[in-house]
């Protein structure tokens, strides 16, 4: 009987276990486990959700990079401040100081937005950290975000990897 009870013990709390991994909100363990690459502490899945759960974006370009924009996403965002500068294929290329609104439709935002005061902004320039602002240390996240099926997420990627670039081709 005790062999049945430690077994039926061990059970139950590696279940528990399981579950608290999966709970987490920070996603170290699980990126861990998964051998993500990690920037801040954080693994990519973190910065993932980060830059996918958004309903207004704030970025300035300053003059030596831009903002790709899918152009069949064109309907589900608005650009409020912000200045064309070409059209390559079916991606719209912005630059300047940028507003734009996501009107996603899953029930997640709908819910947000109906009773939160203010809408999930992401702030790419007053980011905690400097994910996408240059840091040569967030590449290896920032790669791997570029192969992500989202489109503003890779390009909020591609626009972080060509600031480090940027930042490279400076100096110190």
């Known amino acids: 009987m005790t062999k049945r009870r430690l077994l039926c013990w061990s059970l139950i709390l590696v279940i528990l276990a399981a579950f608290a991994v999966w709970l987490e909100p920070t996603r170290v363990v699980w990126g861990w486990l998964r051998g993500e ?10 910065w993932e959700r980060v830059l996918t759960n958004w309903d207004e974006l704030y970025l300035d370009t300053c003059d030596d990079n831009w903002f ?3 152009e069949s996403k064109a309907d589900s965002l608005s650009i ?4 064309l500068v070409e059209r390559h294929r079916d991606v719209l290329r912005i630059r300047g100081i940028l507003t734009i609104r996501s009107h996603k439709n899953n029930w997640i935002a709908t819910v947000r ?3 939160a005061e203010s809408a999930n902004r992401l702030e790419v320039n007053s980011l905690e950290t400097d994910l996408l602002i240059g840091d040569p240390q967030a590449a290896p996240v920032l790669r791997a975000l570029a192969e992500h099926a989202v489109s503003e997420v890779r390009s909020l990627a591609e ?8 930042q490279s081709k400076q100096g110190p």
Do not use: E, H, K
């Not at 690459?37 to 973190?46: E, L, Q, V």
């Not at 409020?80 to 200045?83: A, E, K």
């Open 37 to 46: 690459a990690f920037y801040d502490g954080r693994p990519t899945s973190y």
């Open 159 to 166: 626009y972080g990897l060509r600031n480090i670039d940027n």
């Open 68 to 70: 790709d924009l899918d």
């Open 80 to 83: 409020i401040s912000g200045s």
């Open 113 to 115: 937005r109906r009773f």
